[in-house]
T-cell receptor, first 117, second 111 residues
Framework: GAVVSQHPSRVICKSGTSVKIECRSLDFQATTMFWYRQFPKKSLMLMATSNEGSKATYEQGVEKDKFLINHASLTLSTLTVTSAHPEDSSFYIC?????????????FGSGTQLSVL | QKEVEQDPGPLSVPEGAIVSLNCTYSNSAFQYFMWYRQYSRKGPELLMYTYSSGNKEDGRFTAQVDKSSKYISLFIRDSQPSDSATYLCAAGETGGFKTIFGAGTRLFVKA
């Protein structure tokens, strides 16, 4: 199956710092990548859709200046949490949509646990 | 009403039991349906993908879609403790629309 690599798996940072999370598709090209946030025992909450070479589309209520998304190539998207605060602590997951396998199957990264002190 | 409804559980079964996980959906335009398994603090893993109605079997897992009743099911035969995880159903329309996820059902298989 398709492999999506997400790094780091865990990050602890001080309040006010910025954190970058990387999502890479290792064996396929991803036209579109998605970023989710997940709270404990809750389902995935879509934050934004990232398309290669264009601006990300953010879901309602998600601050685009807070959560910067860059999809610089067909295999890499990054999410930067700027000026992180404790309320940003969460589990962040990316998924990628293979370019040549139809638009439905999503393959997920392993997630990043962000803890802001 | 959420587009995809799923009972969050938890569901606890003994090892070897047949597990039935279910979702309902409201959008009749949904054409594809998926089940994902998610272990704690890991990303979801695609288990089953079904296009339109019907059954699909893969080892101990069977996915069923009944579009007439807008009902999605996942059956796990001979359940194992390693099946303990959260199972997420998902559905969507073709043509570049977003995939919609259910809330996920937490399953515990007791040895």
């Amino acid at each position: 199956g398709a492999v999506v690599s997400q790094h780091p798996s865990r990050v602890i940072c001080k309040s006010g710092t910025s954190v970058k999370i990387e999502c890479r598709s290792l064996d396929f090209q991803a036209t579109t990548m998605f970023w989710y946030r997940q709270f404990p025992k809750k389902s995935l909450m879509l934050m934004a859709t990232s398309n290669e070479g264009s601006k990300a589309t953010y879901e309602q209520g998600v601050e685009k200046d807070k959560f910067l998304i860059n999809h610089a190539s067909l295999t890499l998207s990054t999410l930067t949490v700027t000026s992180a605060h404790p309320e940003d602590s969460s589990f962040y997951i990316c998924s990628a949509e293979p370019r040549d396998r139809g638009s439905e199957k999503l393959f997920f990264g392993s997630g990043t646990q962000l803890s802001v002190l | 009403q959420k587009e995809v409804e799923q009972d969050p559980g938890p569901l606890s079964v003994p090892e070897g039991a047949i597990v039935s996980l279910n979702c309902t959906y409201s959008n009749s335009a949904f054409q594809y349906f998926m089940w994902y398994r998610q272990y704690s603090r890991k990303g979801p893993e695609l288990l089953m993908y079904t296009y339109s109605s019907g059954n699909k079997e893969d080892g101990r897992f069977t996915a069923q879609v009944d579009k007439s009743s807008k009902y999605i099911s996942l059956f796990i035969r001979d359940s194992q403790p390693s099946d303990s995880a959260t199972y997420l159903c998902a559905a969507g329309e073709t043509g570049g629309f977003k995939t919609i996820f259910g809330a996920g059902t937490r399953l515990f298989v007791k040895a």
